[in-house]
């Protein structure tokens, strides 16, 4: 599955950015969705997923409570809602997609272009 996602940019901290990720494929539905990050000298590192119909998500315990991550299977997009921001979430923001929910939040098979999120102090 092809992924294109947009969204990033410059941000202070305590601010709100929305992130989304398009799926070329009408399967998208068959794919659980997720979010890493990669901030600069450090490893990718997963952020967020999905399950296939939404009904399930999980979290990385540094952004729990801060970002929520969601999906609309009708536009083939999922979504990484982004609240209060901190300078340490300034990262490579990429989204991922697997077949199944272990993958996709480890090894997933599908990987989207970056988008850069920068929080300022």
């Known amino acids: 599955v092809q992924l294109q996602a947009s969204g990033g940019g410059l941000v202070q901290a305590g601010g709100s950015l929305r992130l989304s990720c398009a799926a070329s494929?009408?399967?998208?539905?068959?794919?659980?969705m997720g979010w890493f990050r990669q901030a600069p000298g450090k490893e990718r590192e997963f952020v967020a997923a999905?399950?296939?119909?939404?009904?399930?998500?999980y979290y990385a315990d540094s952004v729990k409570g801060r970002f929520t991550i969601s999906r609309d299977n009708s536009k083939n997009t999922v979504y990484l809602q982004m609240n209060s921001l901190k300078p340490e979430d300034t990262a490579v923001y990429y989204c991922?997609?697997?077949?199944?929910?272990?993958?996709?939040?480890?090894?997933?098979?599908?990987w989207g272009q970056g988008t850069q999120v920068t929080v300022s102090s």
């Open positions: 999905t399950s296939w119909r939404g009904s399930s998500t």
């Open positions: 991922a997609a697997a077949l199944s929910t272990v993958a996709v939040t480890t090894t997933p098979s599908s």
């Open positions: 494929e009408r399967t998208f539905s068959d794919y659980n």
